[in-house]
């Protein structure tokens, strides 16, 4: 017999807002501990220096993180020009300091169009990417450098939002990218296009997937909320499990249809989309999880959500 998980079986994404300093481990554990929830999931990691968009999927909502880890994403970040660290960030050893100043708003907007579109980036030693099962960050904090292969990633828009020159010239920046791509990288990358290094000193994401910033609730206002009140108080704030599949087809079945799919059959839909994932619901507005189009015109269970627990 299974083990009974200890918590509330409670549903849905709570879009946080992640304080700096925090792991996106700790801060899923803090969320999870706050609803007593028996299940909870990140997706993906964001760095501690971040603040920002975090979605955390608690109970039946963990089974579809992997839409969110997909999705696309959109970052504020700001660069300090003439510097490069360790870490390529603000938090890291000062490596090397070169002269900026004559560095002009010009130069930079020149530069960054470079990186626009699809490009290749070299990740970070201070990423979370794994090697033999070890994130790479670890490895670097242990003073050891892996060969890392390029990756193809795609930086849909990047615009330059503030220049303010000087000794240490600093841009702020806005991006949107798909999956995958490192603002560290960009930074490394963009100094080393200008000739004079760089670093991020502040990044902060504001959208993953379908989720903006002005979705977001940050710790302290749910530990108030939690503290003043009960469960239901913050139960209010989560999202449905499928507000992370807007983007799929829904497939919408009777009364009937739901039963034998949830019996893991294969349900024939009129008019239904000829191949690909889609959402699956009720007539009534039930989400009943994700399927897969057959050829015949069928839609077969996929990842379902688990009801009467």
């Keep these: 017999m299974a083990r009974r998980r200890k918590g509330r079986p409670v549903d849905g994404i709570l879009i946080l807002d992640k304080p700096m300093g925090a792991t996106s481990n700790r801060a899923l554990q ?9 299940k909870a999931g990140h997706t993906g990691s964001l760095d501690p220096l971040a603040t920002g968009v975090l979605p955390l999927c608690l109970g039946e909502a963990t089974k579809f993180s992997q839409y969110l880890l997909d999705a696309d994403k959109a ?13 390529s960030d ?9 002269d900026a100043t004559g560095i002009t708003e010009s130069d930079v907007v020149t530069a960054l169009q470079q990186f626009e579109g699809e490009i290749e980036q070299i990740p970070s030693m201070f990423s979370a990417i794994k090697q033999d099962g070890q994130p790479l960050y670890k490895l670097a904090r242990k003073g050891l450098e892996v060969e890392r292969k390029p990756r193809q990633v795609v930086i849909k828009t990047l615009q330059l939002l503030a220049f303010r020159g000087g000794e240490k010239p600093e841009v702020d920046i806005y ?11 960009l930074a490394e990358d963009l100094g080393q296009a200008l000739g004079c290094g760089a670093f991020v000193s502040a990044l902060r994401r504001t959208r993953a997937g379908p989720f903006d910033i002005e979705d977001s609730v940050t710790l302290n206002v749910l530990e108030t909320l939690r503290d003043n009140g009960d469960f239901a108080v913050i139960d209010e ?10 983007e799929l087809p829904l497939v919408s079945l009777s009364e009937s249809g739901g039963f034998y799919i949830r019996q893991g059959q294969p349900v024939m839909v009129p008019n239904a989309p000829r191949g690909g994932i889609v959402r699956v619901a009720l007539h009534s507005g039930e989400f009943l999880g994700v399927g897969e189009m057959l050829d015949d015109g069928r839609v077969a269970p996929r990842r379902l959500i688990v009801t009467g627990r």
Aim: aromatic residues 8%; contains cysteine.
């Design 237 to 246: 704030l989560l999202m449905p499990a499928d507000a992370a599949l807007g």
């Design 30 to 38: 803090t969320v999870k501990h706050l609803y007593n929830a028996a």
């Design 90 to 98: 603000a938090e890291g050893k000062e490596l090397e300091v070169r």
């Design 75 to 87: 970052y504020q970040s700001t660069f300090v020009l003439g510097t490069t660290t360790d870490t």
């Design 175 to 185: 991006m949107e990218c798909s999956k995958g791509t490192y603002v560290r990288s």
